[in-house]
């Protein structure tokens, strides 16, 4: 069930750095290179594949930017915002 834009805000609390832009949670990542970008974009790609709920990802050498939405809700769920936070214990 999409969350409303009073729950998307309190839980923004709960995955620091991520903004609620244009529909999407977001966030983009600073990394030490490329080679650490991809890391990281594979790490990502497990914990997506596990919970079968899979980001937009775009790699910029070394900025990798993450997108989250429910699609088949048409909006931000709690699934949004649990990836949100597996991809911060990194």
Known sequence: MALNEKQIQANLNQVPGW???DGYLTKTYKLA???????????VGE???EANHHPDIV?????????????????I???DFGL???????
């Open 47 to 49: 914990l997506a594949e």
């Open 19 to 21: 903004e609620y832009t």
């Open 59 to 75: 790699i910029q050498y070394n900025k990798v930017n993450l997108s989250l939405r429910s699609h088949d809700e048409d909006g």
């Open 33 to 43: 290179d490329f080679k650490a970008s991809l890391a990281f974009v594979n790490n």
């Open 77 to 79: 769920t709690n699934k």
């Open 84 to 90: 949100a936070e597996k991809v911060e214990n990194l």
